[in-house]
């Protein structure tokens, strides 16, 4: 069955470096997401894209985060510089279509010493 | 701003029972429904979604949709100890092209 990947599974980091998530949606599905869960909290969206461009993004999705997608399969999410406040999982979701259901990658852990 | 609200729970069961999860929304423009299992440590999984007034059922579990109550539910026969997890109702508005998760309601089914 196909499925969402992410890497890495886990990413440590000191405050202030630049990281980039990766994931690699369902491959024909039209829709991506990031989602971020913060330890203990609800899962939030961040962005979604679409036709290589972004359709929405939340008012956490400020200009310290980036969205890519590279290349045909890879979709990415950059955070510069990055804060304490940034530890969470981050999730990639996709679907197939606008209002379509979302099926949601491993994650990965990050963690900003 | 868009309220997804359920129950934190824990929601004790006994297996075999019947679990009944809730959930209510504030904005009638919501458009599309979901209910997502995630357990500790792991992402969101799919379990059902629902878009029109009504129950929709797939195996054990069964989604009821009331627009004009803005609520959800979902009902889990036959409840199992692996059906313990945190159980995530998610809305997607009308013209938006993204889901508002609730908090989640934590499920414990005792053996």
């Known amino acids: 069955e196909p499925e969402v990947t992410q890497t890495p599974s886990h990413q440590v980091t000191q405050m202030g470096q630049e990281v980039i998530l990766r994931c690699v949606p369902i491959?024909?599905?039209?829709?991506f997401y990031w989602y971020r869960q913060i330890l203990g909290q609800k899962v939030e969206f961040l962005v979604s894209?679409?036709?290589?461009?972004?359709?929405?993004k939340s008012e956490i999705f400020d200009d310290q985060f980036s969205v890519e997608r590279p290349d045909g399969s890879n979709f990415t999410l950059k955070i510069r510089s990055t804060k304490l406040e940034d530890s969470a999982m981050y999730f990639c979701?996709?679907?197939?279509?606008?209002?379509?259901?979302?099926?949601f990658g491993p994650g990965t852990r990050l963690t900003v010493l | 701003q868009k309220e997804v609200e359920q129950n934190s729970g824990p929601l004790s069961v006994p297996e075999g029972a019947i679990a009944s999860l809730n959930c209510t929304y504030s904005?009638?423009?919501?458009?599309?429904f979901f209910w997502y299992r995630q357990y500790s440590g792991k992402s969101p999984e799919l379990i059902m979604s629902?878009?029109?007034?009504g129950d929709k059922e797939d195996g054990r579990f069964t989604a009821q949709l009331n627009k004009a109550s803005q609520y959800v539910s979902l009902l889990i026969r036959d409840s199992q100890p692996s059906d313990s997890a945190t159980y995530l109702c998610?809305?997607?508005?009308?013209?938006?092209?993204?889901?508002?998760f609730g908090s989640g309601t934590k499920l414990n089914v005792k053996p």
């Open positions: 629902i878009y029109s007034n």
């Open positions: 979701a996709s679907s197939e279509a606008r209002v379509n259901e979302q099926f």
């Open positions: 894209f679409y036709n290589n461009e972004i359709s929405e």
């Open positions: 491959s024909n599905h039209l829709y």
């Open positions: 904005d009638r423009g919501s458009q599309s």
């Open positions: 998610a809305v997607n508005l009308y013209n938006f092209n993204k889901f508002y």
